[in-house]
């Protein structure tokens, strides 16, 4: 089992987590709906990658988390108001 398997087994009856598996493009997530929002291993394919995180931010609750991983597995990770600039 893959450690994103892991992950998903851990948390899978958990009652207070909800996985979602969306494009940043396209998806119908509301703005200012997440508590979390992690992107690991795929900020480097995208072309526009801060517009990237900034449509994310979007996503996320004012005090929300973005983590990510961009290339080298550097990880950035920053509130919700930061990213927004809320």
Do not use: W
Not at 23 to 28: G, I
Not at 36 to 55: E, N
Not at 69 to 81: A, E, N
């Amino acid at each position: 089992m893959s450690k994103d398997n892991n992950v998903i087994r851990d948390f899978r009856d958990d009652s207070k987590v909800v996985l979602l598996h969306e494009s940043v493009e396209l998806n119908q997530i509301p703005e200012k709906s997440l508590d979390l929002a992690a992107s690991l291993g795929v900020l480097h394919h995208i072309a526009d990658t801060q517009g990237a995180i900034q449509k994310v931010a979007e996503k996320i609750k004012p005090g929300g988390t973005f983590l990510g991983t961009y290339t080298m597995h550097s990880t950035i990770s920053h509130s919700c108001t930061e990213l927004s600039g809320d």
